[in-house]
Each structure stands twice: as structure tokens, then as C-alpha cells.
């Protein structure tokens, strides 16, 4: 037993108490508080696994940024407890036990057939250099890639969120409109006749 | 369990434990004369006196104040969703005292009788069986060494919002919650182009450790700070467009004047902390000085050479004094600044951080990837 | 890694590159003109896209670039050229469904141009990152697509919907993807088919969970049962346009990537864990094949919104498509995904017309009696319908003709999978029969009036038109195109030959 | 050193937790979170996969991960504001003008 031990199960735990936390509340916002303890301990186990850079990536990206919008949003929205009128899919309810321990067997197996290797990597590995290097030299075109990745989120978040203006509004009703006039026309045209 | 009170983990744990304690005590004596300054600089701007009563002029007004509010009514509303309304106040303050511990606030300094000092621990240990080879003749003056120190500063620094934008939605009140999200936006904004203007620093340096960014300004007699183009002249624009973004963004990331939007006054009431009050407000107002002295100390290890200064290296205990002195300096300029500049407006601010900033942060990594290929 | 070593041959992404650049440059042009340039965007995207055809068609025969990230193979090649012909249409087909229903006009291009970039790199991708990246590229442009009418709640339901369900088996697959990495250490697709026919596995298991978990993904990607339940609502929501778009040219992408994940790195028998990889995921496609077809066919039925139907009918053809999987050849599928992608965005363009601005009329009762009102569409329906029920002399006959061939021929212990395929689509021919027979043998129901085409809808439908003939009549040569390309990937043993 | 089997445990556990949640949960955002929940137990197995055989693929494969899920997260929330600019219910049950 050493600290790394005591470190990794103190927060495993943690997580996984988070985790139920995130599907088990009904207030959204108890979710998000768990899903950001959740991404935290994870960035501890990261670091259990000398992996510092990919550690703070992980609270900066994630915890820093995407869980600020998703709190920003329920705020925004104002969303509280919702209270469910229809039962639809009680059923993947009765699913999601079964599921759940199936899955839980499968962990099993993997964990048996996994054992305990010793580790590869040097200390080293998870260091800014090294992933640095790997970054712009093999995974250069990944990384481009998400460039156009992320600016593509960009318009089409730009484009889904943003309000309508006055005049698109206006443009859309015209159109509308138009297709619906033309059916009208018709109409009495042929009660004319 | 004998193994585990022998390894070296134990040794660094209590270590720590020794030096948090230290720096969480200094911490908060600066943050609570730094209120103190500030209403007193505050008064000379505005040409009156200040708090002078309490202790010889005033000094000891700080400690009236903690008992003040210590001894308040601890109010909360009804209506408040109570767990995250007693947790905010928390989640602001945790992640900005965690900062402090990567921060290199002097060189490695001779411990006076530390000799004498390890001597005696290791006897003590060795009595109850333990076998630890203590040496404090010399200490660092930082907690611990972080190969990506940086990057830490800036996590902890992005979890601090949570407790803000929590705190105004946990109130239930409009002036909170509008305030919270002033704050949470205002502060996403400013992140990006502050991480942003480091970058260009990034480039001269080479390293995230920031013991190797004090470490490596010593030159030039201990002037040869980053804020001068660091290893080379030639990227002195760079730097300098740097600072400037670094210094704007900093003030805007702790929400002070001329960026205190989520507290204005006038519109806001007090903003995400109008429902609080006692120590919790406390906890409140102590974040904010706690992250100008953090956005301050990262300041001086980033562009003003950290510890370094003349003759650091023949007197090690003066680099402290010369961190000590740049730290003060941001801090003088904070309150400077809330004597006479007057407010933004909402979307004038917005505005700045995205349309001016952001550009111009963007623009100044390009510059200074061009001087680095070039010149470095 | 060496630089020198990366095999950095910025030809061999030049169809992305340019798909990148022109929506770029579309971006900047609807931002800088005042009124929004649907027209010029329009040719941008055709040029654009032309262009990348031409690059395309003149990429270097075969290798992999970038260490490994891309690779260059007959797959790619065919693929590529559908995703291009599908946007292309896509485009054409935009203009007038813009301008009738006054949405905002740059945008759209932009995102189609993204999209078609990710479908591309999906096509191209050697590496799982690559897959991995090309596939949500793909597929979070289309979630924006799919809500783009974003006034109207079916579109915004559509558009969640699709986005939740994609984002989960984008986990899925991503697992997947992780456990492949453990088991063999390596995310390279070729490096992995090495790794598993030397039999250098450290972890079977993970390996066998792992590939389990990425059919998972691939299945609902691809819209396959019983992951199937997404693809109806998401189909009915969006607007027709993107309907037809989205039920082609991703699941196109997405059936390359599949291909090459699976036809080729887990196609390996030298080994016992490769034999049992082989064996296990084969079996696994058969049986989701017929589950597929089956309840695509049988819900299509009783389906009453023509853009339903046409959902479940491609639910259908993916179960057809993955028929071709048993042989372990690519010739098949990628003839099958071409004469589906035409036929298919035929269909949805004159849907897409018919149905008039906001997706208003799209009941099958709609369309009464409008058989010898608007002649060219009705008649262009009935023959996308035709083919998409595999009547000859069309397209979708001679597809599904190839398909089960092949099949026949190279997999004898999968002909009954052929067998309930022919009898699957002989009950199809049922329900494509059905908006036919209303369209020509019922009265004309009050108030219709001609939709009015546009000259570049005109000719995207002529090129779908010229298309679904092409393939039906004359398939010589690209069959023996895909035949000879098929003997330079070799992608071996066929199963036949065990 | 905690073993490999540790790390891969873990995050089976909190893959299939984030998978039941998407089940059982109704709320649009909760259910998107669950996914989040997913991509993250992934990003643990893909780093304990790079510590444990030496190899950074893994890690920067996390990048590509995070990078995505930052881009889901943008167009995600902005389709679940479209959504409630529209009908004030982010109930998944309730969004049901599409049925199955």
C-alpha cells in the first residue's frame, strides 16, 4: 500500500459517487456539479498516471470550459426539477438493469484477462515535449483536422443559437406565406369554376 | 504501515503541510492589509482619511473587520437552494488559494539553524524506529515543483467561476443570478485572450515550470526579465503587447474596476453575492483579493523575473523581497486604477474582450512565432 | 517519429484540403456580402467541389500518408467519388430549398462543404484517430443540418435527437476504439491487421469487446438494427433536402470507414485470435443484415409520411448493403452505396419539391392524382421509387443484382442470407408500389398547384435521372473499374475460400 | 504502481454509468452529460493504455477526444437552446411531435 493506492481509491470513489450523482438527480444542476467532481478526480488519476499535461488539459478543457457552458445553459434556460407527465420509456428502465449488469460481468473479464502488467512508459511520456513532438509530427493531420472541427461548431453554434433577427423572421413568414398563397389561389380558382 | 511512514511521500506530505500552513498564513495577512491599503490609498486619491482610528493609524483595522464580520448575523433567505448556497462561497476561495502552491516566491535560501533543525528531527524520528534523513540547510520557497505549473495556475484559476455563477444561482434572486452569469460570461471572455497573451511568453521561454521561469530571468545582473524579449531583445514588441493583454484580462479576470460588472452597483445591487452576508460574504470578498495577489504573483514570475533582481544571487533571502516588491506594485496598480477609471458598460466590455483583445492576442502569437523562428 | 518518415504528400489530402478551403471561403463570403450570397456560394461549393472530384480522380494509385493517418486504396478512391457526386446534388438541390423557405443563405454551404470534408477524411482514414475525427466532423455538421429550419420544432426535435443518439454511439465506437488500442497497441488500421495475423495480441478479449463495442457504433452510424430507432423521427424532422443528404453521403462515408475497420484490419485468419475475430464479426453483420432488412421492410409498410417511408426503406438498404460485407470485398458495397446515394437523393429532391416551403405536404394522401399534373416529377418519383425497389433496367436493380452475385458466388455459407434478402425485396416492391398507385390511379385532391423548379434543381434531377439509367443499363465499365481495384487492395481471404 | 486493471475497472464502471444514465434519465442536458461521462471513462482507459505500454498514441488521442467533445458541447447546447426557444421542455419523453 502505498500513497498512489490511497490517492487512486479515495478518488475512484470519489467519481464513481459522482458519477451516480450525475444520472441519479433530478435537478440538472446537481448533475453538472457531479459530472465537474467526476472530470476533477479523473484529472487526479491522470496525474497517478504521470500523465501532468493531459491532467491539466482535463480541467481546463473540460471542467474550465464545457462544463461552464453546460451550467451557463441550464442557468440561461432556467431549467429546474422536471416532473415527467408521459412513462414512455419506463421500459428502458427495466433495460438499463440488465444492461447494467451485464456490463459489469464484462468488466469482470477484462480485469481478469488484463492482470497486472508492469508499466512501459517512462516518466517521461506524459511530458509537454514528448506529447508535443508526437502532436506536430504523426497526429499533424488530426490536429488540422480538428481545426476544422472546431470551426465548424463555431458557425453552426452561431448559426442554431443565435436569436432571429427582425428581418429573417420577416423573410421566412414571406416564404411561407407565399407557398400557402399560391395553394389558396387555387383553391378558388377551382370554386370559381 | 511502517514502510509508509518511512517513504519519502510522508516526508514531502508533512513538508508541505508545513509550508501551506506558512504560505496560507502569509497569504492572508497580505490579503487583509491589502483591503486595508486599498481604503486608505483609496482616501488619499480622494483626498480624505481613510481608516485611521483602530491601532496605530489604523493598522489594525483589518482584525475589526474579521471580528465585525465573525460576529454578524448570518443571514439566508428562504428561498435559497441551501447546499449550493453554503458550498459557493467554498468552491470560490478553495481553487484560489490552491493556486499558491506552484508559485516560486524566492530562490533556494540557507535556512537559518537549519542544520541544527534536521539534526534534531531525525534523532526524534530514529527514537520511535523511524529512519528519515531530513536536510534543511537549504529550502525552496515554493511548496512544490510542477512540470506544468502553468497550465495548474489556469486550471484552478477556471474553476474559480463555478463558485460564482453557483452562488448567484443558489440565491434565487434576480440581482444574483444576472450577476453570476455577468460574471461567468465576463470571465470565460477574458480567460481566452489572458491564456492567450501568455503564450507569446511561452515562446521565449520554453517551459511551463515556473521555477524554471524565475529561474531562467537571471541574467543581466537579474534584470533580464521576460517583459525585455527574455532570451533576446529582438522579441520585446511581442512581450510587451504580452503584458498589456496580460494586465487588462487579469484585471477583468477578478472582476475589478474598470471590469466589475457583475457587482455594479447601480444596475446589480451588489451582484452574485447580494444575498449573502457574515462570514460567507467574507469568503466572498476574501477570493477576490486572494486572486488579484495570485493574478499579481503570476505577473511578476511571468514578465518581471519572478525573485530575480540584483545581487539575488550572493544574498538569497533578498529575491523574496524584490517578489514582494513587484507583487505590491500590481497590487498598488489595482487600487490606482479603481481611484480613477470609471466603469465599462455591459456590451462594451463584451465587446473589448472579443473584438479588440482577442485579435489582438492572436495577432501577437503570430508575431511572436515569427521573431522566435527568427531570432532565437 | 522522424519527420522525413511521415510521408507528408499534401496531394494525397488535396480532396479535403480543397473541401476545407471552399467552405472557408464560402464562410467569408456570406459574411462579407451584405444581402448573404446564396447564389455565388452556390458556384463556390460546385467549383469547390469539381475540383475535388478532379483530385480525386488524380490521387497516386496506393499508399498511406501522413504516418500512416491516410491511406490511399481503390476504397477511398470509389467512395470519395460518391460523397462528391452526393454533395454536388446536395448543392444544386440547395439554392431553391433557401430561397423557398427564406432561410438564412450562406451557412448552408459552408456546413455542407465541412460535412463533406469530414466524409472525406472518414473515406481516406488508415488510422482509428482519423476515423474517429472524420466521422464526427460528419456527423456533428449534419446535427447543425438537420436543425438549420430552426423556427420549426420538428427540425429542433430532429436535430436533438440526432445529435444525442449520434453523440452516444460516438462513445460507443470511441470505447471501442480504446480497447483495440489496449489489445494491440497500436491505432493504425494496417499496423492492427499486421499486429492480429501475427498473433501478437496481448488481450484477446479486449480485442473481441473491443471490436464489439465499434460495431456498436458503426451500426447505429450506419442506421442498422436494432439501432435503427433514431433514423425515422430524424428523417421526418429535418427538411427534406437534408434528409437526402444525410441518408447518403455520411452513411456512404461511414460504410468505407467501416469497411476498412472491419473488411480489412479485422479480416485476418493467419492467427487463431484473427480466425475468431474474423468469424465472430462476420456472423455478427449476417444476422444485423437480415434484422435489418426485415424490419425496415416490414414497418415500411405501414407507413403513411412518405418521408417515413423512405427512412425505413433505408434502413432496408443498409441491411442490403451489408449483405456485401460477408464476401470481405469492398466491390459490392461501394456499387451498392453509389446507385442507393443517386436513386435515394432523387427521390428526396422531388419530395423536397412536392412538399412546398416548411416540409408541409409530406403524406402519402398528399399526393393524389398529381400524377398527370406535374408529369416530370411524378414520373421522376415513380422511377427513383421503381429503383429503389430494384426494378429493372435501374440502378437499384443492377446494384442489388451485383451485390447478391457476389455474395452467391464467394460466400457459399451465407447464400440464405442472399435468399432472405431477394425475398425481402420482392416484399419491399409492395410499399414503393403504393405512392405510384396514388399518385396516378386516385383523384386529384383540391388546391394543388405546380411547384415551381428551379434551373439547377432541373438539373440535379436530370443527373439522378441520367444516373439511376447509367447504372442500370451500363455498369460494364465501372464494374470492371471496381473488379480490377479489387485485385489491387486484395482484401483477403474471402470467406468463400476457408 | 495501482495496476493497469484498476484503472480499466474504473472506467468500465463509470462507462456503464453514463450508459444507464442515458437510459433512465429524461432532461436533455442530463442526458447529454451522461455522454460526456462516457467520453471521459474513455479518456481514462486510453491513458492508463498509453502509461501501460509506452506509447503516447494514447494521449494524444485524448486530445482528439477533448477537442471533439468540446465542438459536441458547443452545437449540443446550442441545438438544446433552439429547442427551448420553442417548447419550454427539455423532457426527451415530451419531444414527441416525432414518434417512434
Redesign the interface.
Given at each position: 500500500m502505498e500513497i498512489?493506492?490511497i490517492l487512486?481509491l479515495a478518488f475512484?470513489a470519489l467519481?464513481?459517487v459522482a458519477?451516480?450523482n450525475?444520472?441519479l438527480?433530478r435537478n440538472?444542476i446537481y448533475?453538472?456539479i457531479g459530472?465537474i467532481v467526476?472530470?476533477c478526480s479523473?484529472a487526479v488519476?491522470?496525474l497517478?498516471?504521470?500523465?501532468p499535461?493531459?491532467a491539466a488539459?482535463?480541467v481546463i478543457?473540460?471542467a474550465g470550459?464545457?462544463m461552464v457552458?453546460?451550467v451557463f445553459?441550464?442557468m440561461?434556460?432556467n431549467?429546474r426539477e422536471?416532473e415527467?407527465?408521459?412513462?414512455?420509456?419506463k421500459y428502458?428502465?427495466f433495460?438499463?438493469a440488465p444492461?447494467?449488469l451485464a456490463?459489469?460481468g464484462?468488466?469482470a473479464a477484462?480485469?481478469k484477462t488484463?492482470?497486472?502488467?508492469?508499466?512501459?512508459?517512462?516518466d517521461q511520456?506524459?511530458s509537454v515535449q514528448?506529447?508535443a513532438e508526437?502532436?506536430f509530427t504523426?497526429?499533424v493531420l488530426?490536429f488540422e483536422a480538428?481545426s476544422v472541427?472546431?470551426l465548424?461548431?463555431?458557425v453552426?453554434?452561431?448559426?442554431?443559437?443565435r436569436r432571429e433577427k427582425a428581418e429573417d423572421v420577416e423573410r421566412i413568414e414571406q416564404a411561407l406565406a407565399a407557398s400557402q398563397e399560391g395553394a389558396e389561389a387555387t383553391e378558388k380558382e377551382e370554386v370559381a369554376a | 504501515m511502517q514502510s509508509l511512514f518511512n517513504s519519502l511521500d510522508l516526508q514531502f506530505v508533512l513538508g508541505s503541510l508545513i509550508k501551506i500552513a506558512i504560505f496560507w498564513i502569509f497569504i492572508m495577512l497580505v490579503v487583509a492589509y491589502m483591503v486595508y491599503a486599498e481604503r486608505r490609498v483609496l482616501a488619499v486619491i480622494q483626498n480624505r482619511l481613510g481608516p485611521n482610528r483602530v491601532g496605530w493609524q489604523g493598522l489594525l483595522q483589518p482584525f475589526a473587520d474579521l471580528i465585525k464580520f465573525i460576529f454578524k448575523e448570518d443571514l439566508v433567505p428562504l428561498a435559497v437552494n441551501k447546499a449550493l448556497y453554503m458550498m459557493a462561497p467554498v468552491i470560490v476561495l478553495v481553487p484560489a488559494m490552491m493556486v499558491l502552491i506552484v508559485y516560486p516566491f524566492g530562490p533556494e535560501v540557507p535556512l537559518p539553524f537549519g542544520g541544527v533543525l534536521s539534526q534534531l528531527i531525525n534523532d526524534l524520528t530514529a527514537r520511535v524506529g523511524l529512519n528519515w534523513n531530513v536536510d534543511l540547510r537549504t529550502i525552496n520557497l515554493y511548496i512544490t515543483n510542477f512540470n506544468v505549473g502553468l497550465l495548474y495556475v489556469f486550471a484552478m484559476t477556471s474553476l474559480g467561476v463555478y463558485g460564482i455563477v453557483i452562488g448567484g444561482w443558489a440565491s434565487n434572486s434576480k440581482y444574483s443570478l444576472l450577476g453570476g452569469l455577468r460574471s461567468s460570461a465576463q470571465m470565460i471572455s477574458y480567460e481566452l485572450a489572458m491564456s492567450l497573451s501568455v503564450v507569446a511568453v511561452l515562446i521565449q521561454i520554453g517551459t511551463l515550470d515556473l521555477n524554471e521561469i524565475a529561474r531562467g530571468q537571471g541574467d543581466w545582473f537579474g534584470l533580464r526579465w521576460n517583459i525585455f524579449g527574455g532570451p533576446t531583445l529582438a522579441m520585446l514588441p511581442s512581450a510587451l503587447i504580452a503584458f498589456v493583454i496580460y494586465l487588462i484580462s487579469a484585471i477583468a479576470e477578478t472582476n475589478r474596476v474598470p471590469f466589475d460588472l457583475p457587482e455594479a452597483e447601480t444596475e446589480l445591487v451588489a451582484g452574485f453575492h447580494t444575498e449573502y452576508s457574515s462570514l460567507k460574504f467574507a469568503l466572498f470578498f476574501m477570493a477576490e483579493y486572494v486572486n488579484m495577489t495570485t493574478v499579481s504573483v503570476l505577473a511578476t514570475t511571468l514578465f518581471l523575473g519572478g525573485w530575480q533582481g540584483p545581487f539575488v544571487e550572493q544574498f538569497p533571502w533578498l529575491g523574496i523581497v524584490y517578489f514582494l516588491a513587484k507583487v505590491f506594485f500590481f497590487l498598488f496598480l489595482y487600487i490606482w486604477l479603481r481611484g480613477t477609471l470609471p466603469r465599462f458598460r455591459y456590451d462594451q466590455l463584451m465587446n473589448f474582450g472579443w473584438k479588440i483583445l482577442l485579435p489582438v492576442a492572436l495577432f501577437n502569437i503570430v508575431l511572436a512565432s515569427v521573431l522566435g523562428v527568427l531570432f532565437l | 517519429m522522424q519527420i522525413e518518415n511521415l510521408n507528408l504528400n499534401y496531394g494525397a489530402v488535396a480532396p479535403e484540403i480543397i473541401a476545407a478551403v471552399t467552405g472557408v471561403i464560402s464562410m467569408l463570403v456570406d459574411a462579407l456580402s451584405p444581402k448573404g450570397a446564396r447564389k455565388t456560394n452556390a458556384v463556390i461549393s460546385l467549383v469547390g467541389l469539381v475540383l475535388a472530384l478532379l483530385a480525386v480522380v488524380r490521387l497516386e494509385p496506393s499508399g498511406s500518408y501522413f504516418g500512416g493517418m491516410v491511406t490511399t486504396d481503390p476504397v477511398r478512391v470509389f467512395f470519395s467519388v460518391i460523397i462528391l457526386l452526393v454533395a454536388i446534388i446536395a448543392v444544386l438541390l440547395a439554392g431553391q430549398f433557401l430561397r423557398d423557405e427564406g432561410l438564412p443563405p450562406g451557412e448552408f454551404f459552408t456546413l455542407i462543404m465541412f460535412a463533406t470534408t469530414g466524409m472525406l477524411l472518414l473515406a481516406s482514414a488508415g488510422d482509428?484517430?482519423t476515423v474517429?475525427?472524420g466521422l464526427?466532423i460528419a456527423s456533428?455538421t449534419t446535427?447543425?443540418m438537420a436543425?438549420y429550419r430552426?423556427?420549426?420544432?420538428?427540425a429542433?426535435?430532429?436535430?436533438?435527437?440526432y445529435?444525442?443518439l449520434g453523440?452516444?454511439s460516438?462513445?460507443f465506437m470511441?470505447?471501442g476504439?480504446?480497447?483495440t488500442?489496449?489489445a494491440t497497441?497500436?491505432?493504425n488500421i494496417a499496423a492492427i491487421r499486421a499486429i492480429i495475423g501475427e498473433g501478437r495480441v496481448e488481450h484477446p478479449a479486449l480485442l473481441l469487446i473491443g471490436a464489439a463495442m465499434m460495431l456498436v457504433g458503426f451500426g447505429f452510424k450506419i442506421a442498422s438494427a436494432p439501432f435503427h430507432?433514431w433514423t425515422?423521427?430524424v428523417y421526418?424532422?429535418a427538411p427534406t433536402i437534408v434528409t437526402g443528404f444525410m441518408g447518403t453521403g455520411p452513411k456512404a462515408a461511414v460504410f468505407a470507414a467501416f469497411l476498412r475497420v472491419f473488411a480489412d484490419g479485422f479480416n485476418v485468419t493467419a492467427s487463431p485470435i484473427g480466425a475468431q475475430l474474423q468469424s465472430t464479426w462476420i456472423s455478427a453483420v449476417a444476422v444485423i443484415a437480415v434484422l435489418t432488412m426485415t424490419i425496415g421492410n416490414v414497418i415500411a409498410i405501414s407507413q403513411k409520411n412518405i418521408k417515413r417511408m423512405l427512412a425505413y426503406s433505408s434502413i432496408a438498404h443498409a441491411g442490403y448493403a451489408l449483405v456485401g460485407f460477408v464476401t470481405g470485398d469492398f466491390a459490392p458495397v461501394a456499387f451498392y452505396m453509389l446507385a442507393y446515394s443517386i436513386m435515394s437523393l432523387g427521390a428526396f429532391a422531388v419530395i423536397q419539391l412536392l412538399a412546398r416551403a416548411g416540409d408541409q405536404k409530406t403524406e402519402i394522401a398528399d399526393y393524389a392524382g398529381i400524377g398527370f399534373e406535374t408529369p416530370a416529377l411524378s414520373f421522376s418519383l415513380a422511377i427513383f421509387l421503381l429503383s429503389l425497389g430494384g426494378i429493372p433496367p435501374t440502378a437499384g436493380f443492377m446494384s442489388k443484382f451485383f451485390v447478391f452475385k457476389t455474395t452467391w458466388d464467394a460466400a457459399p455459407h451465407y447464400r440464405w442470407l442472399v435468399i432472405a434478402a431477394v425475398v425481402n425485396s420482392i416484399i419491399s416492391i409492395y410499399y414503393y408500389l403504393y405512392p405510384i398507385v396514388v399518385m396516378f390511379f386516385r383523384p386529384l385532391a383540391p388546391g394543388f398547384i405546380k411547384p415551381r423548379i428551379a434551373t439547377m434543381t432541373t438539373v440535379a434531377l436530370i443527373l439522378t435521372l441520367v444516373g439511376t439509367f447509367y447504372l442500370g443499363l451500363l455498369p460494364n465499365r465501372l464494374m470492371n473499374a471496381l473488379g480490377q481495384g479489387q485485385k489491387a487492395v486484395a482484401i483477403q481471404p474471402r470467406l468463400g475460400d476457408r | 504502481?495501482?495496476?493497469?486493471?484498476?484503472?480499466?475497472?474504473?472506467s468500465?464502471?463509470?462507462?456503464?454509468?453514463?450508459?444507464?444514465?442515458?437510459?433512465?434519465?429524461?432532461?436533455?442536458?442530463?442526458?447529454?452529460?451522461?455522454?460526456?461521462?462516457?467520453?471521459?471513462?474513455?479518456?481514462?482507459?486510453?491513458?492508463?493504455?498509453?502509461?501501460?505500454?509506452?506509447?503516447?498514441?494514447?494521449?494524444?488521442?485524448?486530445?482528439?477526444?477533448?477537442?471533439?467533445?468540446?465542438?459536441?458541447?458547443?452545437?449540443?447546447?446550442?441545438?438544446?437552446?433552439?429547442?427551448?426557444r420553442?417548447?419550454e421542455?427539455?423532457?426527451?419523453?415530451?419531444?414527441?411531435?416525432?414518434?417512434?
Open positions: 498512489v493506492h487512486f475512484a467519481a464513481v458519477a451516480f450525475v444520472i438527480q440538472p448533475s453538472a459530472l467526476v472530470l479523473l488519476l491522470f497517478t498516471l504521470y500523465a499535461f493531459i488539459m482535463q478543457v473540460y470550459a464545457i457552458l453546460f445553459v441550464i440561461l434556460l431549467i422536471e415527467s407527465k408521459t412513462d414512455r420509456q428502458l428502465k433495460l438499463a444492461l447494467f456490463l459489469l464484462m468488466i477484462v480485469v488484463v492482470g497486472n502488467p508492469a508499466p512501459r512508459g517512462t511520456l506524459g514528448t506529447l508526437g502532436m504523426k497526429y488530426p480538428t472541427l472546431i465548424m461548431a463555431i453552426g453554434s452561431m448559426l442554431l443559437a | - | 482509428l484517430v474517429f475525427l464526427e456533428i446535427y447543425v436543425g430552426r423556427y420549426d420544432v420538428r429542433n426535435e430532429s436535430s436533438l435527437k445529435f444525442l453523440s452516444f460516438t462513445a470511441l470505447y476504439m480504446a480497447l488500442y489496449g497497441g497500436n491505432t430507432l425515422p423521427d421526418e424532422g | 504502481m495501482v495496476p493497469l486493471s484498476w484503472y480499466l475497472a474504473l468500465a464502471v463509470l462507462f456503464t454509468i453514463g450508459v444507464v444514465g442515458v437510459l433512465i434519465q429524461r432532461n436533455a442536458i442530463v442526458l447529454f452529460m451522461c455522454i460526456e461521462l462516457m467520453l471521459n471513462a474513455v479518456n481514462l482507459t486510453l491513458v492508463a493504455f498509453s502509461r501501460f505500454l509506452g506509447d503516447v498514441t494514447g494521449q494524444l488521442f485524448v486530445f482528439m477526444v477533448m477537442t471533439v467533445a468540446a465542438a459536441e458541447a458547443a452545437v449540443g447546447l446550442a441545438i438544446i437552446i433552439s429547442l427551448f420553442n417548447r421542455t427539455l423532457n426527451v419523453d415530451e419531444a414527441d411531435l416525432l414518434k417512434l
